[in-house]
């Protein structure tokens, strides 16, 4: 008998929790520095110490799932995000960086059960199910910007905070509703986000993959410039809260839409070849971002979305391949060890580069960056045999 897809939308929804949670501060932090007087610098800290707690918290909530049951270690990790998200409007605006730290906690066991639960719960219909799920939490990283812009706009900067707080609510109200987790088992936490240092560290003695997951740290680093920085290049040019999420808004939709059409040309295409031209796409996008203003700025950043998304998509299907020819069982969990990496590291240089000089060239350093990655992955592939698309 096949399992209800109602538990998907409600994991669904856990999962849209923390891409609500992490975006809506993000998009806004040119705001906040505005207001707290902090630098570029301070701003790539507050982006990247949510992921930073992420990668020191999965462990422990893995230990506690194995323990006492993924659905008990879910719903902690939600009051853990809610009691965060709390504390922000009683305490010193520049305790943000505790705030931001807490709710990565939190966060941590959402991504990582809520994804494990709807693995352990479907197993004739799975596909279906990791489709509504994606669906509903990729819908935070749309609405998040326009909401939180226009929060900002009619209250302030602590009001996205009772907006996350009570997302959390919601969620784990719902979370309440699912059933017990029959299996507590630490494999289930083989989502794309866990973090092994041993099994991250020993993929560097592979040559093949290594040029693949340079590819996928730079592709975060876009990630980063363009839900992170993206804000600030916009507010320096005077638009307001709301304009501002409305535009990262457009640029998210493009990297959501473009994955599965890009999935599709690689299937029928070369996904080297696709891959490429997604990454090429994202260095000339990057770089002429602070360079254009208007309708020419609304076009290069969905142009920068189709570019990331299309290499997110490719650069996990060339991983797989590579990880089936070389027998590397854990090698799409290193891959998801390698984005969560550069998610973290990435707004740190960017925001490093800018602050010391300036925000069109910590753009442009990072489009260079990105470049210079898919050369590498050029000359690797020639010294390599031909990977078949077969």
């Not at 939308?9 to 707290?36: D, Q, R, W």
């Not at 809610?82 to 922000?88: C, H, Q, V």
């Not at 799920?133 to 209250?155: L, R």
Request: with cysteine; charged share 15%; aromatic share 12%.
């Amino acid at each position: 008998m096949k399992t209800s897809l109602k538990w998907a939308f409600v994991l669904g929804f856990v999962g849209f929790i923390t891409s609500f949670g992490a975006h809506i501060v993000a998009v806004n932090l040119p705001f906040y520095a505005e207001k707290v007087g902090i630098g570029l610098t301070m701003i790539g800290v507050l982006i990247a110490v949510y992921d930073f707690a992420e990668i020191l918290a999965k462990p422990v909530f893995g230990g506690l799932a194995d323990k006492k049951g993924m659905k008990k270690a879910m719903l902690a990790g939600i009051i853990l995000f809610i009691l965060a998200s709390l504390m922000y409007p009683f305490v010193s605006p520049k305790l943000l960086i505790v705030v931001r730290f807490l709710q990565g906690l939190g966060a941590a066991a959402l991504s990582a059960v809520s994804l494990a639960m709807v693995g352990t719960l479907y197993k004739e219909n799975k596909g279906k199910a990791f489709g509504i799920y994606n669906a509903i939490k990729g819908a935070g990283y749309v609405v998040s910007p326009v909401i939180g812009g226009a929060i900002v706009m009619k209250t302030n900067f602590s009001g996205i905070f009772y907006a996350t707080a009570g997302i959390g609510i919601i969620g784990f109200l719902l979370a309440l509703t699912l059933p017990k987790d029959k299996q507590k088992s630490a494999e289930a936490f083989d989502d794309d986000d866990d973090f092994s240092i041993k099994s991250l560290f020993s993929v560097f003695k592979n040559k093949t993959l290594m040029p693949w997951f340079l590819i996928i740290v730079i592709n975060m680093f876009f990630v980063g410039i363009l839900f992170g920085f993206l804000p600030v290049r916009i507010h320096d040019l005077g638009y307001d809260a709301f304009h501002t999420g409305l535009l990262v808004s457009v640029t998210t939709i493009s990297y959501l839409l473009i994955q599965p059409v890009a999935g599709r040309l690689a299937d029928k295409f070369n996904p080297i070849i696709t891959l490429r031209i997604g990454m090429l796409l994202s260095c000339l996008t990057t770089a002429a971002i602070p360079f254009v203003i208007g309708v020419p700025l609304i076009i290069v950043c969905i142009l920068a979305g189709i570019g990331i998304g299309t290499v997110w998509t490719n650069s996990d299907a060339l991983v797989s391949k590579l990880s089936a020819e070389n027998a590397m069982g854990a090698t799409m969990g290193v891959a998801g060890s390698f984005k969560e990496l550069g998610d973290m590291i990435g707004p740190l240089l960017m925001g490093a580069i800018s602050q010391a000089l300036g925000l069109k060239w910590g753009f442009v350093i990072c489009a260079v960056l990105g470049f210079f990655a898919l050369l590498i992955t050029m000359i690797a592939a020639k010294k390599k045999s031909t990977i078949s698309t077969e």
